[in-house]
């Protein structure tokens, strides 16, 4: 008898595949935008306009960073919760409801990005995915932004409702692993979201709207990232629960310690908000020893990864030596390597070791004049929330789309080829990105070829850079429509009953070994909201107190829609004049 | 059923507990990153970052200057 | 809870690079004395930026000894002075905002690099020993020819660096037989005294001055000209001070010609 997750839950799995198919989605259009920028700046191939370019990155930014990865996690977090609890969803009403508040605000936000590219549509969002002020979208962008960060917070209340549901019935048993990690990475969520939210509601929308005149830009880029360092942790956490759940199965293991993936995500939930001026460390207006207490907070941060890499790597060797394997390194030619759910997995974590390191540089506070805003950062995330993050979702696809519809996967081979394609690719591009950045090659720049200097490599040169951004993004976009393919033709094929049965890791150290402590999310919620009062309080009320809560009357600029660029010059000139 | 392992799907040869065992391999491989990212860091702060040209440096300086 | 030896030591060990990062990082703040960008530079409303005392007449301004202050204007897509040029072995605090949106001000190839925010005052002190060339770009997007944004600078070596600048007034035009004068006005924006020579050079005749032009003061020299020497007709004429230079051109004309007989200016410009 089969016993896949659309067997058990028919329901939630139609909910599921929606949220995956969703962010397939995005995945097909971001990714292809990446490719476009990647030969635009490189000057391989332009085939848009440089201004053009901008609306591209705003879409790619926005569709990737936002889109792909919550509907991915929002489908794995309730497989998760279901799975790990043993029961459905409260209400699949309600369930649908939030899924198709999403869906409503991404397309909000990708019309009105969508308007800087077709003239047909009478708006414009350039202004990426950081909208900093006084850049200014259309209303739309705003609203559409809300409209999804709420649509998640339902999201969550729905999975601490179904727990709710199940701690009813089962007073006194642990909280099931996912459903922890689940839960944990929601809490922060609400915690981080809430500063982008008053941001929009109360300071961002009420001025786009022309209701008040005026921001106060250093302001709303705080609480900008006061949200936006926290959910670089919320696209990590599903793909860090498949490492906890999925890869030690999948290796023939079980999960090493339960316990410390508990304190893992709790240290998440402690310290991923109070953490989001080091991405404000060359910013005027905020003083030095605010940033140095946000750069402890972050390399305490490093804490729960480093861990982490310990524990999924000695669940994978567990793995490894119950399937024969042998020696001190021996044991890795004994891990499932021809499985594409494996490698992919495996192959990403390895990335983001690598994306580990420079991430310790990005945290390390005066080493930021090197790094900030360059090709670095580029190459950096690409490896986090491009790889770690984005290739486990695909790898992860492989087991779920056949979980979560009862059809066969299309074809294993080219799901393998898949994955390593995108592993050199990404080897490729974001090698040279960190490279280049280290001599100054800027980030978000459509033609980095300047008119009175040139770069100077300390090795390689300018070109051979180049060509290896435009061949490793070729890769990656040629590994992204294998994926696709195969998403597409699994789907279109028959229902089969050989569907592994749906089940997540064992334990070797497991819950029992772990202090009860350690499930009191009153508790760790009530400790996080501290921390960061303590991180942001007085920042927030130094910025407010220098600029005021709407600055001094400044403006918005959408530089330039209806005017070409030599007329805005020339009225900037005239202004300085 | 949550977490029932399929043990007909993996090639499982040797059941090993948590006692017996130990993660050497794993142990080997994190000192070998623990050792590339102590290096890295050492030569990305004081060649990459130190060595590449003027630096903002403290306003203390400037008052010494001033005074 | 038991944690297994291994992992034990790994949390050790990785507690130890934790503390080791923050250490290294102290260590740049203390030793070399990197400072970050805070809010020392104090805020500003961009629509007073013209008015303002520091950012009315952005460029370089010397403050003392080796040390220079820079203000700097950034707008969509330039840097106002989009040229900066500073000696060798000086101490320079740049001083920048933004007229518009978010930008950066980027010295390519160092570790000078600022986030330029509207209302905010970037200030940062760097120290220049070897003189170079610069690049300077923005690397925060700001509107649709964000790429375009770029200045350079300068770093020149001290001997062949001053603050001098000169305008010269100059009359186009005088009647055959009469005097004029031709007016060199000498600024010098260095702190310290300038102890040099204006050269004036007319058709074949020339006359030189020393001048000494108390610093952050300027000077004026007056030469001249008698046109009766020069002869009817047009005469280019040469005002130098050091590298500086003004040039122009007087016409001597009959009087019964009639010329409008006007002082407009012949030349007149800076440095
Ligand atoms: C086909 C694969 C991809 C290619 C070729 C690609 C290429 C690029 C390039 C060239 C840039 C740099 C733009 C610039 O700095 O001027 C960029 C930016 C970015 N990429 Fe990708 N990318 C790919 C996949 C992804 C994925 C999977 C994600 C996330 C899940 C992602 C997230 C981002 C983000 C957040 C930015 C920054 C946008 C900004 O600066 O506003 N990319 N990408
Ligand atoms: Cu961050
Ligand atoms: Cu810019």
């Known amino acids: 008898m089969r016993n896949a997750y659309v067997d058990q839950f028919p329901a939630e799995a139609k909910v599921i595949k929606a949220a995956f198919w969703s962010s397939f989605l995005a995945l097909a259009i971001g990714g292809s935008l990446g490719l476009l920028q990647a030969l635009h700046r490189t000057d391989v191939l332009r085939i848009m306009e440089a201004p053009d370019y901008y609306t591209v990155l705003t879409a790619h930014g926005v569709l990737l960073a936002i889109t792909f990865t919550i509907f991915f996690l929002v489908g794995i977090f309730t497989w998760g919760v279901t799975t790990s609890l043993d029961r459905g969803l409260v209400d699949l009403r309600f369930t649908w409801g939030w899924y198709a508040m999403m869906v409503v605000g991404t397309v909000l936000v990708g019309v009105s990005i969508l308007g800087g590219v077709v003239d047909a549509i009478p708006m414009n969002a350039d202004v990426l995915f950081t909208f900093y002020a006084p850049l200014q979208p259309h209303p739309a962008f705003y609203v559409g932004l809300v409209l999804f960060v709420v649509g998640t917070w339902l999201a969550g209340a729905d999975w601490f409702r179904t727990w709710l549901a199940w701690r009813s019935d089962n007073p006194d048993e642990r909280i099931p692993l996912p459903t922890f990690m689940a839960l944990t990475t929601t809490l922060f969520w609400y915690l981080c979201t809430l500063g982008v939210a008053l ?68 240290l998440f939930l402690l310290l991923s908000t109070p953490t989001g001026i080091h991405h404000q460390y060359l910013d005027p207006g905020i003083a030095e020893g605010y940033k140095f207490i946000a750069m402890t907070n972050t390399m305490f941060l490093l804490l729960p990864s480093l861990l982490t890499a310990f524990t999924v790597v000695a669940s994978m060797e567990h793995g490894a030596r119950q399937r024969g394997g042998t020696g001190y390194l021996g044991w890795l030619k004994a891990l499932p390597w021809r499985d594409p759910v494996f490698t992919g997995m495996a192959l990403a974590g390895l990335m983001f070791a690598a994306a580990g390191f420079s991430g310790m540089i990005n945290a390390g506070m005066n080493i930021n004049y090197l790094v900030h805003n360059t090709w670095w950062i580029v190459g950096h995330f690409h490896l986090t929330v491009g790889t770690a993050v984005a290739l486990t979702f695909m790898a992860a696809a492989y087991w779920f789309i056949p979980q979560v519809t009862g059809k066969e996967l299309w074809n294993r081979s080219l799901g393998l080829v898949q994955v390593l394609v995108w592993f050199v ?67 279109l094929g028959g229902s089969s009953d050989e569907i592994p049965d749906n089940t997540y890791a064992e334990t070797l150290s497991g819950p029992e070994d772990a202090p009860v402590v350690l499930d009191n999310l009153k508790l760790w919620t009530a400790i996080a909201t501290v921390l960061v009062i303590f991180a942001y309080t007085l920042p927030l009320a130094s910025i407010i107190d220098a600029g005021g809560l709407f600055g001094p009357g400044i403006d918005g600029f959408q530089l330039a829609i209806e005017a070409g660029p030599a007329f805005v010059l020339e009225s900037v000139r005239e202004v300085i004049a | 059923m949550a977490s029932a392992t399929e043990t007909g799907e993996t090639d499982q040869v040797r059941e090993i507990g948590h006692e017996e065992y130990d993660p050497v391999g794993t142990a080997i491989l994190i000192t070998i990153y623990f050792l590339i990212l102590v290096l890295l860091w050492v030569f990305m702060y004081f060649v990459e970052f130190l060595g590449n040209g003027p630096t903002v440096v403290g306003a203390v300086l400037t008052v010494v200057g001033l005074a | ?269 800076d440095a």
């Open chain 1, 199 to 266: 941001s929009i509601l109360l300071l961002l929308l009420p001025w786009s709207l022309g209701i008040v005149d005026s921001v106060n830009p250093l302001l709303t880029r705080t609480l900008f990232w006061y949200f936006g360092h926290a959910v670089v942790y919320f696209w990590l956490m599903p793909a860090y629960m498949l490492w906890y759940v999925m890869l030690p199965k999948l290796s023939g293991g079980k999960l090493f310690s339960d316990p410390l993936a508990r304190v893992v995500f709790v």
């Open chain 1, 425 to 491: 690719g990404m080897t490729f591009m974001s090698n040279a990105m960190h490279r280049s950045g280290l001599f100054g090659v800027p980030r978000r720049t459509a033609e980095p070829q300047y008119e009175n200097f040139a770069f100077e490599p300390a090795a390689g040169s300018m070109g051979e850079i180049n060509a290896q951004v435009a061949l490793g993004a070729t890769l990656l976009t040629v590994s992204l429509a294998l994926f696709l393919l195969n998403m597409v033709m699994t789907s």
């Open chain 3, 1 to 269: 809870m038991n944690i297994h030896t291994y992992e034990k030591a790994w949390l050790v060990a990785a507690m130890v690079l934790i503390v080791g990062f923050m250490a290294t990082i102290t260590y740049g703040a203390v030793g070399p004395g990197i400072a970050m960008i805070d809010d020392d530079g104090g805020t500003i409303d961009p629509a007073e930026i013209n008015d303002h005392e520091r950012f009315g007449e952005p460029g370089v301004e010397h403050v003392g000894d080796d040390e220079y202050e820079v203000a700097v204007v950034a707008q969509a897509w330039s840097y106002t002075p989009e040229q900066i040029e500073v000696p060798a072995d000086s101490e320079v605090t740049f001083y920048v905002t933004s007229r518009d949106v978010t930008h950066s001000f980027s010295v390519v190839g160092t570790n000078v690099n600022t986030m330029v925010i509207p209302g905010q005052i970037s200030e940062m002190t760097v120290r220049f020993d070897e003189p170079g060339e610069y690049g300077i770009l923005c690397n925060e997007y700001c509107g649709e020819y964000h790429h375009t944004m770029e200045g350079k600078l300068n770093v020149v070596p001290e001997d062949e660096f001053d603050l001098t600048e000169l305008s010269v007034d100059a009359p186009s035009e005088v009647e055959a037989g009469n005097e004029t004068t031709i007016t060199a006005n000498v600024s010098n924006g260095m702190q310290e005294d300038l102890e040099t020579t204006v050269a004036l050079e007319i058709g074949d005749q020339g006359s030189e001055r020393d001048v000494t032009v108390p610093g952050d003061g300027s000077e004026e020299v007056e030469f001249t000209v008698d046109s009766a020497e020069l002869g009817e007709g047009d005469h280019d004429w040469t005002v130098t001070v050091d590298d500086y230079e003004e040039t122009g051109t007087l016409t001597v004309v009959n009087a019964t010609d009639g010329g409008d007989g006007s002082a407009a200016s012949g030349g007149d410009g």
